[in-house]
Nanobody, 114 residues
Framework: QVQLVESGGGLVQAGGSLRLSCAAS????????MGWYRQAPGKQRDKVAH??????TYADSVKGRFTISRDNTKNTVYLQLNSLKPEDTAVYYC?????????WGQGTQVTVSS
């Protein structure tokens, strides 16, 4: 079992920045895949970025603005959100892959005002 706790969401004006954190605990020794997803009201949950030992990838909509990183000593993955736009408003979820399963955090709200 893996537990994930996100933090760092909030209300920010367009053009602003936030840094989201996701702390993992439990059976985390074999986790390689960690990702950030987001879900806006009435829309499906989409992947924003993910990171593995092989590197990271980003959705086209956030390339050049968001950066995913991880600190294995703290069992934490981060998402730096820069140049935020109102369309980035969503609940952001952290996910971790292990043993063929995908574990989810509870989500953190990001609201970008115009």
């Amino acid at each position: 079992q893996v537990q994930l706790v996100e933090s760092g969401g909030g209300l920010v004006q367009a053009g602003g920045s936030l840094r989201l954190s996701c702390a993992a605990s439990g059976s985390i020794f074999s986790i390689d895949y960690m990702g950030w997803y987001r879900q806006a009201p009435g829309k499906q949950r989409d992947k924003v970025a993910h990171i593995t030992s092989g590197g990271s990838t980003y959705a086209d909509s956030v390339k050049g603005r968001f950066t995913i990183s991880r600190d294995n000593t703290k069992n934490t993955v981060y998402l730096q959100l820069n140049s935020l736009k109102p369309e980035d408003t969503a609940v952001y979820y952290c996910a971790a892959g292990q043993g063929g399963l995908l574990y989810w955090g509870q989500g953190t709200q990001v609201t970008v005002s115009s």
